[in-house]
Structure formats: C-alpha cells, structure tokens
C-alpha cells in the first residue's frame, strides 16, 4: 500500500482551530477504516479517531466535542477539523490507513 500523506499541521493559539488532511491512494482509500492518531513527546500514540468507509466515527475522550473526523471518497481524503484547541493537543499526528500503513506525521503546535 502506497504510504498516506498528511498536510495541515502548524501552530496555534490555545482556542483556535486547524484542519488536516491526509490523502489516500486510489487502491486502499475507500475500502478502509481511516484513522488519524497522535504521538507528543515521550508519550506513547493514541488514537485520535476514526471512520468506516461508511461514515462511523470513533473519537478518544480527550477530543470529543471539539475535533470531527470526515472524508471524502471522491477524492481519497480524510480530513479532521480541530477547535477550541489545547496545548495538551500538541504532538505529531498522524493518519493510518487499516490497521498499518501509516502516513510520516505532522506536528500541530499549540502554543501562546
């Protein structure tokens, strides 16, 4: 499987919001459970949250009510839209295709 890519990341202020996105190849996308997952520094990776080629979402407690997970079929992307950010966000977050192609990561800094 081709490796995923992520793109979005940056830094932010406590409070803000910021998206990423992670596109997918043509064979794998629409037939996988998509997942984005984070990893801060001397933590271990924990799931973000994923969804089923048919739109069921799982969220980890620490981000439900201010992260979405969605994606586009079309366009072999999955997306996740982050508000009310916190600096305990802070970490490289990462999208996972199945269970173990996983994408090289991109840091979100939230930072004042």
């Known amino acids: 499987q081709e490796q995923p890519v992520e793109s979005g990341g940056g830094l932010v202020q406590p409070g803000g919001s910021l998206r990423l996105s992670c596109a997918a190849s043509?064979?794998?996308?629409?037939?996988?459970?998509m997942g984005w997952y984070r990893q801060a520094r001397g933590k271990q990776r924990e799931l973000v949250a994923d969804?089923?080629?048919?739109?069921?979402?799982l969220y980890g407690e620490s981000v439900k009510g201010r992260f979405t997970i969605s994606r586009d079929n079309a366009k072999n992307t999955v997306y996740l839209q982050m508000n009310s950010l916190k600096f305990e966000d802070t970490a490289v977050y990462y999208c996972?295709?199945?269970?173990?192609?996983w994408g090289q990561g991109t840091q979100v800094t939230v930072s004042s």
């Open positions: 969804i089923t080629p048919g739109g069921h979402t």
């Open positions: 043509r064979d794998t996308f629409s037939h996988y459970v």
């Open positions: 996972c295709v199945g269970t173990d192609t």
